[in-house]
C-alpha cells in the first residue's frame, strides 16, 4: 500500500524454530515457527515462501512438495516434501533427516511495519 515502508529479513531471524525431521521413510518434513505474529503474517502473504520456491530451493520438482501449510494458532508454516531416497539407504545423505533445514535460513521476507 503506499506510504507503508518495511524492510526485508532473512527467514533465521523471523524465527523461534526452524527444524526438519524424517515423517516416514519417503519424506521429510520442515517446522518453521514465528517468532512474532508479524513476521509470520509477512511470511503468509509472501512469494518467497511457497511450494514453488521451496522446490526450487530444494532442486525437487513442485509435486514433491507433497504438503504446505500455515498453522495460524501456533504462528507456523510446515511443509513435506519427498524424499530422492528412502531413509538410510546406500548414498542417502541425511538418515534422520534433521539436518536438511539450513537452505531455509537465507530467504529474505518483505516485512513491512504496518504488520
Keep these: 500500500m503506499a506510504g507503508e515502508t518495511g524492510t526485508t529479513m532473512k527467514l533465521r531471524d523471523m ?3 526452524i527444524r526438519s525431521k524424517n515423517a516416514g ?3 521429510v518434513t520442515f517446522d518453521i515457527i514465528f517468532r512474532e505474529p508479524r513476521y509470520y503474517e509477512a511470511a503468509k502473504r509472501s512469494e518467497a515462501l511457497t ?10 520438482p513442485v509435486e514433491d512438495v507433497v504438503s504446505f501449510a500455515a498453522f495460524d494458532p501456533a504462528q507456523a508454516i510446515k511443509f513435506t516434501i519427498r ?3 528412502p531413509a538410510g539407504s546406500p548414498g542417502e545423505p541425511d538418515a534422520f533427516g534433521s539436518q536438511m533445514y539450513p537452505p531455509l ?3 529474505e521476507i518483505a516485512v513491512n511495519d504496518a504488520d
Design 15 to 17: 524465527a523461534t524454530t
Design 25 to 27: 521413510v519417503d519424506h
Design 51 to 60: 511450494p514453488q520456491r521451496i522446490a526450487e530451493l530444494y532442486h525437487i
Design 83 to 85: 524424499r530422492r531416497r
Design 105 to 107: 535460513f537465507g530467504i
